[in-house]
């Protein structure tokens, strides 16, 4: 099924500006993707009216279609009808908050009537609020903005328990979290999946060599380096603990994770950070590829040893070099 369409989309101008000051940081952010669930055209365009100038609004004429765009791209926001043709508003909330990728996501229920009863089943399956029609603009915007700065306060926390304190890469936490989405999402959809494992060679010796001090900057600016080399947005770069990384690199095959290895050594290579303990001559980093199928059966667990064993395998090797795992 194809997505929605999208309603007058316009650029996010605060996507240059994360990490900002730090009064943002509690403000929701200026545009947001708000998805609206309606069988009427018109309720549709009476809230796209209201929004438009604000964020960013898209459009599902049924629950089925809506679910299959929060699978692709997430909204930060759903303005749900309870009663529609096939699938209705309540059925689509219960799934969105059975599923742990989406059940973040707040919804607004839009509704004609106005009873305890249905009142009552909006909470129960999850919804945030509801809103009466026909909608009152000011009360729908007021509110939506509450729940947008909610939602935005939350994944910033969210975002600094799942980020490394050093380096700014997500941490370990993530990273598991992130590995066992993407299996999922890979099994379903029939893809690939894969991944890399960096270690910096002769990490301990540059320690004792420079201190310990020097060792951090190697590691923030290995980071960089590392994130750097990560060019879609669905592409995670984190940092595992000490000196080791992990790459989970979705719906890629075994060149393509090649291409991005080497990307990554070559960025690396750019840092010119001199290691007098390393027969290198400055630091390099040992990568292990390997790609899985997970429809094909498995768990994130398997691919993750793989991948580790290509990394000692360039590490016996010599270091300094990339070992990919046959398909």
Not at 103 to 116: A, K, L, S, W
Request: with cysteine.
């Amino acid at each position: 099924m194809m997505p929605p369409p999208v309603i007058d989309p316009k650029p996010d101008p605060a996507a240059a500006a994360a990490g900002g000051a730090e009064v943002a940081a509690f403000s929701p952010p200026p545009r947001a993707r708000l998805l609206v669930v309606d069988d009427q055209p018109v309720n549709i365009h009476a809230l796209f009216s209201v929004f438009a100038d604000d964020h960013d609004v898209f459009a599902a004429t049924s629950g089925e279609q809506a679910l299959a765009f929060c699978q692709q791209t997430p909204p930060d926001l759903i303005l749900l009808d309870v009663v529609m043709h096939g699938m209705d508003g309540l059925e689509v909330c219960r799934r969105i908050k059975s599923d742990p990728e989406l059940r973040g996501i707040p919804v607004v229920f839009v509704t004609g009537q106005n009873n305890p009863d249905e009142e009552a089943a909006c909470w129960d399956v999850g919804a945030v609020d509801f809103i009466t029609k026909p909608i009152n603009a000011r009360t729908v915007r007021n509110r939506v903005r509450a729940h947008l700065t909610l939602k935005h306060q939350a994944d910033l926390l969210r975002r600094l328990a799942t980020a490394d304190g050093l380096t700014g890469l997500p941490n370990r936490r993530q990273f598991d979290e992130r590995m066992e989405a993407e299996w999922q999402r890979a099994r379903r959809s029939g893809t690939r999946l894969a991944l890399l494992m960096i270690d910096i060679d002769h990490f301990k010796a540059f320690n004792d060599s420079v201190g310990h001090l020097a060792g951090d900057d190697c590691l923030r600016a290995v980071a960089v380096a590392i994130d750097s080399a990560m060019r879609r947005p669905g592409d995670l770069a984190a940092r595992l603990g000490g000196e080791e990384f992990g790459c989970i690199l979705p719906e890629t095959e075994s060149a393509g994770a090649l291409g991005v290895a080497e990307r990554v050594q070559q960025a690396i290579g750019r840092l010119r950070i001199g290691h007098p303990a390393s027969p290198h001559g400055s630091v390099s980093a040992s990568i292990g590829v390997a790609v899985a199928t997970p429809a094909d059966g498995g768990k994130p667990a398997d691919l993750l040893k793989a991948a580790d064993a290509q990394l000692y395998s360039a590490k016996r090797d010599g270091r300094a070099r990339i070992a990919v795992a046959g398909d």
